[in-house]
Each structure stands twice: as C-alpha cells, then as structure tokens.
C-alpha cells in the first residue's frame, strides 16, 4: 500500500547517540504497521483529501447553470419544508430564507435573459411558478 503523499517532510539531522536512533526507527515502523491496518476508506487521498471525499468528489454532478439552478431549487424546497433539511433530517419551514432564494432565482432570470437556451429559460421559468405557488400556499 502506497504511503500518503505530504507536501513536506521534516528530518532532524542531528546526531544521535545509538540508542535514540534505535527508538526512532522504531516509532516509524510502528507508525508504518498502523497506516496498514487502516482500511482504504479512512485513508487521506491526494492533496488531504479527507476521508470519504473521493467518494463525494465522484458522485457530484457536472457544474453548469442548470445544476447551479437546480441547488437553489433544493435549497427553496428545504426551506419551505417541502423536503427534510439533510443536516437534521427534519422538515424545517424558514420563510424568509425561502423567499431570499426565491428573489435569488428571480434576479438570475432577470440577468441572464437573453443569454440561455430555450430549455435552461423554461426550466427557470418554471421552478420560479412552483416556487412561488408553494410560497404563497405556505405563508397563508
């Protein structure tokens, strides 16, 4: 197994008697036998990737307007207790922050008009209706 990657090693090269240089070739072995018995998830990956990021990095959809819209789509739904908030797992109604969302996709509508394509203007166009309608039914 491959030892992790760090950006810089620190070597003391200071001379030793025999007997300190014995313990530390030994604390590195004991070292070298623990990061074995780490199983591949708990393992840094590159760059100090923290544990199961690899994972988080694989599944994370492609960054384009539609996702970016979709996020905020998600984020509205959260806070209008359409959907379980994912740090709690419990349906959570925070009006405000849904309406600041809801005013966020608005301006985006607002300036990117003229600049999207037929579907990214619909999709827009119709999370802002849904949104909005769910909004309105809420703040009754």
Do not use: H, W
Not at 64 to 74: G, K, R, W
């Amino acid at each position: 197994m491959p030892e992790e990657k760090k950006d810089f090693i620190i070597k003391d090269r200071r001379i030793f008697s025999q007997e300190n240089m014995d313990i530390d070739k030994e604390k590195e072995e004991k070292e070298k036998i623990q990061d074995a018995k780490k199983p591949e998830t708990e393992e840094a990956g590159p760059a100090g990737e923290k544990p199961g990021e690899k994972e988080a990095r694989v599944c994370l959809p492609e960054i384009n307007f539609p996702t970016f819209i979709m996020s905020l789509n998600v984020s509205a739904f959260v806070n209008l207790g359409v959907l379980d908030n994912p740090a709690n797992g419990k349906k959570e109604k925070n009006l405000d922050l849904a309406k600041q969302t809801i005013d966020i996709l608005c301006m985006l509508e607002e300036k990117t008009r003229g600049n999207l394509s037929k579907d990214e203007e619909s999709m827009l166009k119709n999370i802002l209706y849904d949104l909005r309608i769910i909004y309105v039914k809420e703040k009754k």
